[in-house]
């Protein structure tokens, strides 16, 4: 087999390492929900509190938004229970907030917002996210849906549940703590923009556009005034 392009073999050996290496230390990208933080006054936790707990875990780039808990983070871990698990035992151990955590991978936010069934609903701001910890049975979706007394409608799709509140969220029964009995499982919610927010802070940013060419008169003049000047 030909070797690399102008390596002889111990550079082409030693450059497979290397590559082999670089593939071991790539992070992946994590959302992490907090549930319940700096709500009404309780479970105060400050954001720049939260990035330096996340560098201290060992995260790489931590970044927050908003103050209800958004965390954006890399890891080398990529197994989602364990990540959990570890921000739910050092935000108690450091902070004394006994709450869940819930993670997603960068793919699967860019499918939450790709798969929202109710798009005429979210741009009217009457959209809510649910974050599930886990997947809710059948069983438990034909009962929540039993237990709706409002106007309120929803879909869930893998672990997250799509919420429409016609009449907003304010007065609404059909409450998080009432979602989360129900099906069995603990979650947070996010509006709408909050999703979409935190979407775009997980995309690269756009490259700067390239200066515009300089008008033909003007790139002669300057080749001109170049001629002229003395050397």
């Known amino acids: 087999m030909a070797g690399f392009a102008g390596l002889d073999k111990p550079e082409e050996k030693r450059y497979e390492i290397r590559r082999r290496q670089q593939r071991r230390s790539l992070m992946a990208v994590f959302v992490a929900l907090l549930r319940g933080i700096n709500m009404g006054g309780h479970n105060r936790l400050a954001m720049a509190d939260l990035r330096a707990l996340a560098e201290e875990i060992g995260f790489a780039a931590p970044r927050t938004l908003l103050n209800s808990g958004n965390l954006i983070f890399a890891s080398r871990n990529r197994l989602i229970p364990a990540l959990e698990a570890t921000i739910e035992r050092e935000i108690e151990n450091r902070f004394g907030l006994n709450g869940s955590v819930m993670v ?7 499918g939450i917002v790709a798969d929202n069934p109710f798009r005429v609903e979210a741009k009217a701001g009457k959209l809510a996210v649910i974050f599930l910890k886990s997947k809710p049975s059948r069983a438990a979706a034909r009962a929540l849906e039993a237990a709706v007394t409002g106007s309120e409608y929803f879909e869930i799709r893998d672990r997250e549940l799509y919420a429409v509140y016609p009449d907003g969220f304010g007065k609404s029964k059909f409450t998080l703590p009432a ?23 997980l995309e690269p940013p756009e490259p ?6 300089l008008p033909k008169a003007l790139r002669l003049r300057a080749a001109y005034a170049k001629c002229k000047m003395p050397r």
């Open 179 to 201: 979602i989360c009995r129900v099906l069995n499982t603990d979650g947070t919610a996010r509006g709408w923009s909050t999703v979409l927010r935190i979407a775009a802070l």
């Open 208 to 213: 700067p556009l390239p200066p515009k060419p």
């Open 104 to 110: 997603r991978t960068l793919m699967e936010w860019r």
